[in-house]
């Protein structure tokens, strides 16, 4: 039986791709207002590529577009790490039907968590950005523990902190290996977000698939 419902934030309870593009405003704004058109157009779309969805080695990645652009008065790219981790969660782009679905799972009387990979400051702003926390009681978040998923451990720990085996959990996210098989890993069941930088990418016949967060209803 089912008790609990956990969710991966990204790509899952928000839109993470429509978020980048409003942190890349922010971002162009401050550090390089001077660029415009079509060149300003090429640098975002570079952003987009190379930014691999958010997996990437921030400091690397940003040392990596200095130089392609070859930005000469550019500040060290652990500022723009920082920049990211500490304002990104400014951009959020929550899914319209994330706080209805969690509404209704918490009338339901399910228990819900939120199981995050990154920083410890970037996922836990975002949550605090995101006005989702009044509807879940957990938040675990990969920076704070030194566990990131896919390791099974952060999955059984979440359960155990609800005090609720782990087949008693399912697991939404849209992760082909930190999110979905992570969780089963772990013991839970688990259901797909198709969405964003992994969309179409290792779906599993035995794991539900959907496109819009409130289809999660469809399947506890």
Known sequence: M???VLFDFDETLQDRTEAFEHYMDAFFELYLPEIKGERLEKMREEMRVTGNGGYVDRVKWYQGLIDSWEWKDAPPA???AHHYDYTFGNHNVVF???E???KELKKREYITGVITNGPAYLQNHKMQQSGLMPYIDMLLVSGDIG???PDPRIY???AERLGLKPEECVYVG???INDIQGALSAGMKAIRMNFGWFEGVDLRPNVPVITDIIQVLEYI
């Open 2 to 4: 089912i008790k609990a």
């Open 78 to 80: 652990e500022e723009l």
């Open 96 to 98: 319209p039907n994330s």
């Open 100 to 102: 209805p679905l969690l």
């Open 147 to 149: 566990i990131h998923k």
């Open 156 to 158: 059984e720990i979440a």
């Open 174 to 176: 849209d992760h082909p």
